[in-house]
């Protein structure tokens, strides 16, 4: 039997995660199904489906969207001909698209533009690879994390940049780094870590649960890149790791010699499906947090979605011709309304 179980912190939603999905919560409550979404609005089973019971239709081509049709792009980023594209097509576009991966966009298109041969390292068909590759991709190169980089030949070996996919383990970043600041002299980098603070963060708890548990568990989808990362991550230290998408998901025997075992979750996984898992292991003395930092960055609603429902507020308080007094806007809460609310309100 189990004795106990560590659980990470931080574990879960991320803030990108938090504002995407409290966006496409706005969108199902605004409008009149179905809304549209554009890829998974996050790479998660249980939350795209909790969204399509509320009548979202996720595409994976804007061709698929009816015209004049309200449209949310996810939080992975587009490629700039689909934003182009949904903008012609649907009645209303909301691009819920992490900071922190407009942020990679921005030094994409600003090293291209320089001149630059840019070594992007990242997963092929990943949703936000895929996009950050079409900003520029004549200047993009799309190596693996675990892919060598002898075949490469820059135009020009003293012109070289290296930006990352977010969600990347550190050690997978750090190693094609130092590979490629060993061939390229001068190699140019982001002016701030290309790695989301919350994937780093969580690989770094993942790696002190790995240091106390027999066995760890991670909740969260196989297409989420920063989910599979912390399973490697674990593996990498040493301790027999697995994903799970439920509790139900579980091997017994996995946890037939676990005294302790860790749990964690993916930026994407709710933590209603954490609290599971710890039920069905049935720890003897319950769980004990294991902290490595506090998290309290905040990304705002997307300012399209911001101005969409300040007109939207303004325009029922000219109908009545006084706003209420004392009625709050529906963004005057938004920090402190959390995505778990949010899941919460569509059921």
């Excluded at 769980?287 to 325009?315: H, I, K, M």
């Amino acid at each position: 039997m189990v004795d106990h179980v560590l659980l990470a912190e931080p574990r879960g939603f991320c803030a990108g995660v938090e504002m995407a999905i409290k966006a496409l919560t706005w969108m199902v409550r605004v409008f009149d199904p179905p809304v549209y979404c554009y890829h998974e609005i996050v790479h998660n089973r249980w939350v795209v489906g909790a969204f399509e019971h509320m009548g979202v239709v996720f595409v994976d081509d804007i061709a698929s969207v009816p015209a004049g049709a309200p449209l949310m792009l996810s939080a992975h980023g587009s490629a700039p001909d689909v934003v182009a594209a949904a903008a012609e097509r649907a009645g209303v576009v909301i691009d819920a698209v992490c900071p922190l991966v407009t942020k990679v966009h921005h030094e994409v298109k600003r090293m291209s533009q320089q001149g630059y041969d840019i070594i992007y390292v990242g997963h092929e068909g990943h949703d936000e690879a895929t996009g950050t590759i079409a900003v520029a991709p004549d200047a993009m190169h799309l190596v693996e994390p675990n892919q060598s980089l002898d075949e490469y030949r820059p135009r020009d070996q003293s012109k070289v940049a290296l930006l990352a996919q977010t969600t990347l383990g550190l050690h997978e970043w750090e190693t094609v780094l130092e590979s490629a600041q060993d061939r390229f002299v001068g190699l140019q980098t982001a002016r701030r870590s290309d790695l989301c603070y919350a994937t780093t963060n969580r690989q770094e708890a993942v790696k002190s649960l790995a240091g106390g548990s027999d066995v760890i568990l991670v909740v969260g989808s196989a297409s989420s890149s920063n989910t599979q990362a912390l399973v490697r991550v674990a593996r990498r230290e040493g301790t027999p790791t697995y994903r799970v998408d439920s509790a139900s998901q579980i091997d017994d025997d996995w946890l037939d010699d676990a005294r302790v075992v860790g749990v964690t979750a993916g930026a994407s996984a709710p933590d209603h499906l954490v609290q599971e898992v710890i039920e069905r292991v049935a720890p003897r003395d319950g769980y004990r947090l294991l902290s490595v930092t506090d998290e309290d960055e905040y990304f705002p609603l997307p300012r399209q979605l911001r101005g969409f429902l300040t007109a939207l507020q303004s325009a029922v308080e000219g109908g009545f011709g006084a706003p209420v007094p004392g009625q709050p806007g529906p963004l005057q809460n938004d920090r402190s309304w959390t995505a778990t609310e949010a899941l919460a309100d569509l059921k």
